[in-house]
């Protein structure tokens, strides 16, 4: 299994506090020791680092968590390989192109025979389920939308739709992201937490850092973070219910 | 205009010494500071690094610089903006994905009126005339060749015509890759050098720097490079020439 964080925000804002507790358990605090990767948003443009190694080990991962990249959605994922052998081209997140924007995606979960769906346009680099998962879906997007639709519920509703369908075939906790919204299933294990005014201090589990968000940021931000497993001691985590579909937009969950 | 930077190799190599000459040249000893990118391919897999700043004022490129990733093929680019705001989107090298491979591309050069070419299939995310091109050329690909060509050569041809066409409309100096090979067009300036047995050491131009690459290879290496204008002060580079199209794999021009 794996291990996902994402984050929406209302102003660009870094994650750093958050992917300090996450890469701990890339082989410290625990096993996903398989490979780490993190994509950034930021404007239309979305940039990603991942690395086929323990993310509590990687130089990168450490330089990464000190970079302060300031983003409005963030997808991360830890991994420990279970279909797909353990390389940069089995790392999440995958990433496509679709209608001119950048898609993002990781997944936690196995899906036994979504090797049969057929894909329409996008092919997997790599041997993963959950790649294969990813170009199927947005093959299926792009054959109903063949350019983007103007509506946005009609869209969220296709891909709860499409979500559902992959979920039926095992474990679908998934993060997707483009430059618009961050879509989020839960299909067994998902969390998450929006910060917002007034701002309190926060404490990480994974690791003796804390954080006064007060000093952090201004008073009309808004920050939405969603994990695996909460990432903090001290706040309140929602969990997320089976098979629920939440989407997230500037921070705020919009359906 | 941009510099490009290019590697091919018949083992994973590090490019650090190159880079770090390039890198300089990105707001120090060159003009070109709006952006700095490089993509490395390990197997089948492809990591890019990009940043809308100056390369030599970037703690990123210079992180990168010292982190040893082994590659056999590096597309670099550091980019002076004329098409196309300065932003992360419009950062060489851009990527995308054909018959399940990464292909990465990055150019040096106007091109006028490319966006009158009908794609098919890639839409650009950002707004310049490269970027453009790049999914221009990979439509072409796709229509003619749904699935990857089991010829080679004629893969190459189709690639040299279109890039013939593009070079058509304006200065077109371009590094191409996906796992099998690195093509290369000059339009107006590109230069490339063959280090293999016996070595010498290098001594870059940029920045008082030298390698003694007895020490650092083995006798069986093969490692060409591909740059814009020559790196080092005391090697051999030999000019490519206008209208040249050149691919290189695993170290060695092949076509």
Redesign the interface.
């Known amino acids: 299994m794996c291990e996902l964080l994402g984050m929406s925000a209302n102003v660009p804002t870094d994650i750093q506090f958050s992917f300090s507790g996450l890469i701990k358990r890339g082989g410290e605090t625990g096993v996903h020791s398989d490979g780490w990767g993190i994509a950034f948003f ?11 190694t323990a993310s509590s080990k990687s ?2 991962a450490e ?1 990464i968590g000190q ?1 302060q990249i300031k983003s409005t959605q963030v997808i991360c994922h830890i991994r420990k390989a279970n279909r797909g052998r353990v ?5 999440h997140p995958f990433t ?2 679709l ?4 898609w993002t995606f990781a997944h936690n979960g196995q899906l036994k025979g979504v090797k049969n769906k057929v894909l329409k ?6 041997t993963t389920d959950s790649e294969y998962a990813f170009c199927w879906l947005l093959g299926e997007l792009r054959e109903q939308f063949p350019t983007k639709p103007r509506s946005k519920i009609k869209l969220m509703k296709r891909i709860e739709t499409l979500s559902r369908e992959l979920a039926e075939l095992g474990v679908f906790n998934m993060l997707m992201a483009h430059v618009d919204n961050l879509y989020t299933y839960c299909s067994t294990k998902l969390w998450h937490l929006t910060r917002q005014a007034p701002f309190e201090e926060a404490q990480l589990s994974d690791i003796d850092i804390s954080v006064d968000f007060k000093k952090e940021t201004s008073i009309t931000d808004i920050v939405t973070i969603i994990a695996t497993e909460p990432l903090t001691s001290n706040e309140k985590w929602q969990p997320m219910s089976k098979a629920d579909f939440a989407v997230f937009h500037l921070g705020k969950q919009v359906y």
């Open positions: 930021e404007g239309k443009g979305c940039r990603v680092f991942h690395e086929p130089k990168l330089f970079y390389s940069l081209e089995n790392t496509r192109e209608w001119g924007q950048v346009g996008y092919t997997p680099i790599g």
